[in-house]
């Protein structure tokens, strides 16, 4: 007899929304971003466009079979949300309202915050709403670092801002980059500067290496490769040392702290998205969207079902969700086995996962696995 297999309702219960403006633009940041010429008329503008954003995703939701559940994740990227202020809770609350977005009760929300770039009547308010989880842009805790870095905030700034989340028993992660140019030079000692962030408690690090382009201004000033992967694995093993997991090939977490709406991207599950550049997935369609920032339009990207399964294998083994070495080919566990002889990998219970290590050396691997033509 026939069996009728029950529908799966396809739904959203995930957003991000991008920021676009920034106070000042950093020299080596190629997000799409912006300083306000008039802030009122460009914040006017903003919303405006997510106004029309929205139904124009609402026709590709519904055209694609989706509706939206209570919010589970929702995270507000930039640019530099916290300078969105008071106005932007506001207004987020009467959009959420309007077309009836909800967020779940144990719905996670987090908002990029910089130093110098907030104050507590903005952060309450966004507290209000339901921001519950706050990611600062520290990027260092040294002064040298943070001007060559061309950012708007001061060391003192840094120190405020952490010492605040503090005080008020915040759940934050803290962003933090590696490979900065003097860093060799000038002997940075990230060890130092991430002990003094630990002293105020942040749940989660994401900590990135610097990545530019051959015209970028520092470029000759940039530390060796080989330091930049002695720095990583040191600030890998300090922070394990400390209790963070090494959960992904950037983010460190205190157990039970992950962030649950990056892990959404890890395990290539439905994300949406609104904003000029953002993007998100309808993974049930293998459909990637992105805002173009000039008018609220989006480009396509349909994945075959060959490159979605590539893509899975390429996101879940970034993070500690590994690859289940069952669901591939049985030539696969030679390459894994070469892979575990040199310290890159682990298996436990059939489950493949980087060690750091195998982490720094994420694109070498997959390219190798790629090529390999095992999959
Ligand atoms: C979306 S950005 C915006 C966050 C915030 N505006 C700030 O600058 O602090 C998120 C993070 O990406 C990292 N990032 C930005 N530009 C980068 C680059 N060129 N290479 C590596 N990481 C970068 C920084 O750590 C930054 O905090
Ligand atoms: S503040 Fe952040 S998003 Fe803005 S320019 Fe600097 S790095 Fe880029």
Same mark, same amino acid.
């Given at each position: 007899m026939l069996k009728i297999m029950p529908k799966i309702p396809k739904i959203i219960d995930s957003l991000y929304i991008h920021f676009p403006f920034c106070a000042?633009?950093?020299?080596?940041?190629?997000?799409?971003?912006?300083?306000?010429?008039?802030?009122?008329?460009?914040?006017?503008?903003?919303?405006?466009?997510?106004?029309?954003?929205?139904?124009?995703?609402?026709n590709l939701i519904e055209k694609h079979g989706y509706s939206w559940a209570p919010l589970k994740t929702l995270y507000i990227g930039g640019g530099t949300p916290s300078l969105w202020g008071v106005e932007g809770s506001e207004f987020l609350e009467n959009f959420f309202k309007k077309h009836q977005i909800q967020l779940a009760d144990d719905c996670e929300f987090t908002l990029e915050v910089n130093p110098g770039a907030w104050n507590e009547e903005v952060l309450t308010s966004w507290q209000k709403l339901g921001a519950n989880r706050f990611s600062l842009g520290i990027q260092a805790l040294n002064e040298d670092m943070i001007k060559y870095l061309d950012r708007v905030h001061t060391i003192q700034d840094v120190h405020e801002t952490l010492q605040y989340f503090h005080d008020h028993k915040l759940n934050y992660s803290v962003d933090f980059m590696l490979g900065l140019p003097f860093s060799e030079k000038l002997n940075r000692n990230v060890i130092e500067e991430l002990s003094s962030a630990l002293r105020c408690k942040p749940s989660h690090f994401s900590v990135y290496i610097l990545t530019v382009k051959e015209n970028y201004k520092f470029y000759s000033d940039l530390p060796h490769e080989e330091w930049i992967a002695d720095e990583f694995l +040191?600030?890998?093993?300090? *922070?394990?040392?400390?209790?963070?997991?090494?959960?992904?090939?950037?983010?460190? =977490?205190?157990? %039970?702290? +992950?962030?649950?709406?990056? *892990?959404?991207?890890?395990?290539?599950?439905?994300?949406?998205?609104?904003?000029? =550049?953002?993007? %998100?997935?309808?993974s049930e369609e293998k459909l990637r969207y992105r805002w173009i920032p000039q008018r609220p339009e989006m480009v396509f990207e349909e994945l075959s079902e060959e490159e979605f399964k590539l893509e899975k294998i390429y996101m879940a083994i970034r993070s500690q969700e590994g690859i289940r070495l069952s669901d591939f080919p049985e030539k696969l566990s030679s390459l894994v086995l070469e892979w575990e002889r040199k310290a890159l990998v682990t298996q436990q219970r059939g489950v493949v996962t980087l060690t750091s290590r195998g982490y720094l050396l994420l694109d070498s691997l997959m390219s190798d696995l790629f090529s390999s033509k095992l999959l």
């Amino acid at each position: 007899m026939l069996k009728i297999m029950p529908k799966i309702p396809k739904i959203i219960d995930s957003l991000y929304i991008h920021f676009p403006f920034c106070a000042h633009l950093c020299n080596y940041c190629d997000f799409y971003k912006k300083v306000p010429t008039d802030k009122m008329q460009d914040f006017k503008n903003f919303h405006l466009y997510l106004e029309e954003s929205f139904s124009i995703h609402q026709n590709l939701i519904e055209k694609h079979g989706y509706s939206w559940a209570p919010l589970k994740t929702l995270y507000i990227g930039g640019g530099t949300p916290s300078l969105w202020g008071v106005e932007g809770s506001e207004f987020l609350e009467n959009f959420f309202k309007k077309h009836q977005i909800q967020l779940a009760d144990d719905c996670e929300f987090t908002l990029e915050v910089n130093p110098g770039a907030w104050n507590e009547e903005v952060l309450t308010s966004w507290q209000k709403l339901g921001a519950n989880r706050f990611s600062l842009g520290i990027q260092a805790l040294n002064e040298d670092m943070i001007k060559y870095l061309d950012r708007v905030h001061t060391i003192q700034d840094v120190h405020e801002t952490l010492q605040y989340f503090h005080d008020h028993k915040l759940n934050y992660s803290v962003d933090f980059m590696l490979g900065l140019p003097f860093s060799e030079k000038l002997n940075r000692n990230v060890i130092e500067e991430l002990s003094s962030a630990l002293r105020c408690k942040p749940s989660h690090f994401s900590v990135y290496i610097l990545t530019v382009k051959e015209n970028y201004k520092f470029y000759s000033d940039l530390p060796h490769e080989e330091w930049i992967a002695d720095e990583f694995l +040191q600030v890998s093993d300090f *922070l394990r040392q400390e209790g963070f997991l090494h959960y992904e090939v950037s983010s460190f =977490s205190l157990p %039970g702290k +992950q962030s649950a709406h990056n *892990l959404n991207y890890w395990k290539s599950h439905t994300v949406a998205a609104l904003g000029p =550049s953002a993007t %998100g997935f309808l993974s049930e369609e293998k459909l990637r969207y992105r805002w173009i920032p000039q008018r609220p339009e989006m480009v396509f990207e349909e994945l075959s079902e060959e490159e979605f399964k590539l893509e899975k294998i390429y996101m879940a083994i970034r993070s500690q969700e590994g690859i289940r070495l069952s669901d591939f080919p049985e030539k696969l566990s030679s390459l894994v086995l070469e892979w575990e002889r040199k310290a890159l990998v682990t298996q436990q219970r059939g489950v493949v996962t980087l060690t750091s290590r195998g982490y720094l050396l994420l694109d070498s691997l997959m390219s190798d696995l790629f090529s390999s033509k095992l999959l």
